[in-house]
C-alpha cells in the first residue's frame, strides 16, 4: 500500500462500555422483568429493520467524537428473538469493530474479539451453527430451583417449557465457546434452600454444564414492573434472605470442586469490578436501543430519568455529559446515608447502583448486607479502609457527589458565623449555569481543550471541579509527555495573542496554610509560562491543535517531587486564568463555587531511577 492511503489511525480520548438493545421484544413473560410491558409493545419488525444500520452508525459516531466502546455486548429484551440475517450482520459488525481496534482495546488490558449475547436459550438450539460460527460468547438466563423455572419464567400464551430449558442447557454444555449462565432471585425463589442448592448440583454434575461460571443477580421493585403485572409481580428479596442464601451456598460448595466459583463468579455483580459498584456510571456504561435512545443500562431502559439522548439527534460529547449528570443526580436526590458514610468500604461500594435507588427511594445499595459479608470473607481482596482514610474517602466523597451537603453544613452553622445566601440554591445561579451563560467560562472549563499524550496514551484533561473520580498516574524519569490544545485558546478574552501564554502550575499534595484566610492548601511547587508565537503544531490531534513537549520541564523538577506524594499539574492560558480570578470579585456565586483551582489538571506519582 502506498504510503500516502494509508489510513489516519483515529485518536481516542475516552472508552466506554456500550450495551447494544437491538429489539426490547421478548418471546418470555418473566414475572419479575423490570422492563414493564416494553417486551410486549416492541414492534420487532421495525426493529429488525433498523437494527444494523444503528449499530453502525453509532460506532462512527462515537469513534469520530474521539470515543472507543471497548466493550459491545448485545442484550434485550431477547436479542435472538431477532430474524437470524439480522443478528448475522450484528456480529459481523461486532467483530469487525474489534478487530479494527485491535491494537487499542488490548492496551486498556481487554481481550475482545468475538460478539456476546444475552439470551434466554428459548432459540438457542435453532441459532447454535450461527452462534459457533462467529464464536459468540452466550450468557443464558435461568431460574432456580428449576421449579420456578417452570412456574415464572413461562412463554407469552404461559406455557412451561422447562423440558425446552434442559435440553438446550445440555447443548450449552458442549458449546465450545464462552459461556455462563445467571438466575435473578426473588424472595419466592428463596422459599425453598435446598431445591436451589440442589438444582446447582444437577445442572452441574447430570446437565454437564460447569457451575463455576454462573453468577447471581437479585431482583428489585420496578415501577414499569408493577404497573405491567400488578399483583402477579414477584418481591424483592429482603437483606435477611440475601445473606440466608449466601451462607447456605458458602456452607454447601466451600471445599468443593464449585468453591472457585462461589468466590470467584456468582456473587462478582456485587464487587467493585461491577458497574453498580462505580463512582458514578453516567460516565462509562451506556446503553443504545435501536431507535437511536441511549439509556444508563437495561435497568434504566424506559425511565425518563435515566435517559441520556439519542445518537441520532444529539452529539456524543452531548449525551456523554448528560449521562454523568443525570447519575449525580439521582445520588443526589436520595442523599448520602449516615450508613455508608461511615463505612471502611464506601471507596468501593460507592452506595450502589443509581437505578436501584431511583426505584426503592433508597440512599444505599440494596445489597448492603451481602456486600459486607462478601467483603469480610475476603478480606486481602476487599481490605477494609483505615480510619483515616475511611474519614477522607468519605469527605472527598461528599464532595464530589453531593456537593449540597457542603451548603447545607455551613448553613446550619450558628449565626454568627458567614452565611452562605439562600439563592446561591437555585438553578441560574448554580456554577454549571453560570458556565453556560458565560462563553469565556464554556472554554475555561472545556473537557476537549487540552490532551496530554503519555507516550502513546492520551488523556482528556477536565476541571478537578467537575470530576467525579480521581485519575492518578505515575511518571518516571524520561517518560515522554506532551501536551496538546487548542491554538484557539490563546485567542480567548486576548486582543493581541502574541502577549498570551500558556500557563502551567504545578502543585504538590504537602498541605500548606497560607493567605489572608489560612486556608490549608496544596503546595506550589513551580509556575511555568510559554509564550503563544513558540508552541508547536500539534503531531497528533490536527491543525486545530498546538503542542507542548513538557518531558524536560517535569523532569527538571524531580528533586521537587516526594515518593507516594501527589502532583498537581494545572492548565490554562494567561488571559483565561486572569478571567477566572475576575469572575470571582464580579461574582459572588461564581466565587463560593469556585474558590479552588479550577482549570483542566493532571495528577501523578513521580517515580526517580
Not at 511518571?475 to 502574541?498: N, Q, Y
Amino acid at each position: 500500500m502506498n504510503a500516502a492511503t494509508v489510513p489516519i489511525a483515529p485518536v481516542f480520548t475516552r472508552n466506554i462500555h456500550l450495551l447494544y438493545s437491538p429489539t426490547l421484544a421478548c418471546n418470555l413473560s418473566c414475572r419479575y422483568c423490570y422492563l414493564g410491558e416494553q417486551t410486549t409493545t416492541a414492534g420487532l419488525k421495525n426493529d429488525a429493520a433498523r437494527a444494523v444500520d444503528t449499530l453502525r452508525f453509532a460506532l462512527d459516531a462515537l469513534r469520530d467524537a474521539g470515543v472507543l466502546a471497548f466493550n459491545v455486548s448485545l442484550h434485550g429484551g431477547e436479542v435472538t428473538a431477532l430474524p437470524p440475517l439480522v443478528l448475522e450482520d450484528l456480529f459481523k459488525i461486532v467483530r469487525q469493530h474489534y478487530l479494527q481496534h485491535f491494537d487499542e482495546i488490548t492496551a486498556l488490558g481487554h481481550k475482545k474479539s468475538s460478539p456476546h449475547i444475552k439470551t434466554n436459550l428459548f432459540k438457542f438450539a435453532s441459532l447454535y451453527d450461527l452462534l459457533d460460527r462467529h464464536k459468540v460468547s452466550v450468557s443464558a438466563s435461568i431460574d432456580l430451583p428449576l421449579s420456578m423455572h417452570a412456574k415464572y419464567r413461562t412463554t407469552r400464551s404461559g406455557g412451561d417449557w422447562l423440558a425446552r430449558t434442559l435440553d438446550n442447557i445440555r447443548l450449552l454444555a458442549r458449546y465450545p465457546h464462552g459461556k455462563k449462565i445467571s438466575a435473578t432471585i426473588c424472595s419466592e425463589h428463596l422459599t425453598d434452600i435446598p431445591a436451589f442448592i440442589k438444582d446447582i448440583w444437577f445442572i452441574h454434575r447430570e446437565l454437564g454444564f460447569d457451575m463455576n461460571q454462573f453468577n447471581l443477580m437479585f431482583a428489585f421493585a420496578s415501577e414499569l414492573n408493577d404497573a405491567d403485572k400488578g399483583k402477579e409481580v414477584l418481591t424483592p428479596t429482603t437483606p435477611a434472605e440475601q445473606k440466608a442464601l449466601y451462607d447456605a451456598l458458602k456452607a454447601e460448595f466451600t471445599g468443593t470442586e464449585l468453591e472457585e466459583g462461589l468466590r470467584r463468579n456468582w456473587f462478582d455483580e456485587f464487587k467493585p469490578s461491577y458497574c453498580t459498584n462505580a463512582f458514578n456510571c453516567g460516565e462509562r456504561f451506556y446503553l443504545l436501543q435501536s431507535d437511536g435512545s441511549v439509556y444508563s443500562c437495561v435497568r434504566g431502559q424506559g425511565i425518563e430519568e435515566f435517559k441520556y439522548g439519542n445518537v441520532f439527534e444529539d452529539r456524543i460529547d452531548d449525551i456523554l455529559a448528560n449521562g454523568a449528570r443525570k447519575i449525580s443526580q439521582i445520588h443526589q436526590t436520595h442523599g448520602f446515608d449516615d450508613g455508608c458514610g461511615g463505612c471502611n468500604q464506601l471507596s468501593r461500594c460507592h452506595t450502589g447502583c443509581a437505578v436501584v435507588k431511583h426505584q426503592s427511594k433508597s440512599g444505599r445499595s440494596y445489597t448492603c448486607d451481602l456486600q459486607k459479608m462478601i467483603y469480610r470473607d475476603n478480606p486481602r481482596s476487599f481490605p477494609a479502609d483505615s480510619e483515616a482514610k475511611q474519614k477522607n474517602y468519605a469527605r472527598y466523597y461528599a464532595r464530589a457527589m453531593h456537593p449540597q451537603l457542603s451548603f447545607d453544613a455551613v448553613a446550619a452553622q450558628p449565626a454568627k458565623t458567614a452565611l452562605i445566601p439562600d439563592d446561591l440554591r437555585q438553578e441560574k445561579n448554580s456554577l454549571q449555569a453560570l458556565i453556560d451563560a458565560d462563553p469565556v467560562l464554556q472554554t475555561l472549563y472545556s473537557a476537549d481543550a487540552f490532551t496530554l499524550a503519555i507516550g502513546d496514551e492520551l488523556v482528556a484533561l477536565r476541571s478537578q471541579l467537575f470530576k467525579t473520580t480521581s485519575d492518578w498516574h505515575t511518571l518516571s524519569a524520561g517518560d515522554p509527555v506532551k501536551l496538546h490544545f487548542r491554538r484557539a485558546l490563546f485567542d480567548i478574552h486576548c486582543d493581541e495573542p502574541t502577549r498570551n501564554t500558556l500557563y502551567l502550575q504545578m502543585l504538590r499534595d504537602t498541605p500548606v496554610v497560607y493567605g489572608d484566610d489560612q486556608r490549608s492548601k496544596q503546595a506550589h511547587l513551580f509556575t511555568y509560562q510559554i509564550y503563544a508565537d513558540h508552541v508547536q503544531q500539534s503531531d497528533r490531534l490536527g491543525a486545530d491543535f498546538v503542542m507542548v513537549d513538557l518531558s524536560d520541564i517535569i523532569g527538571m523538577h524531580r528533586h521537587l517531587y516526594q515518593h507516594g506524594v501527589l502532583n498537581n499539574l494545572f492548565f490554562t492560558t494567561l488571559y483565561l486564568r486572569d478571567y477566572h480570578y475576575q469572575k470571582q470579585k464580579n461574582n459572588a456565586f461564581y466565587h463560593i463555587q469556585a474558590v479552588n483551582l479550577p482549570f483542566q489538571n493532571f495528577e501523578f506519582f513521580y517515580l526517580a531511577k
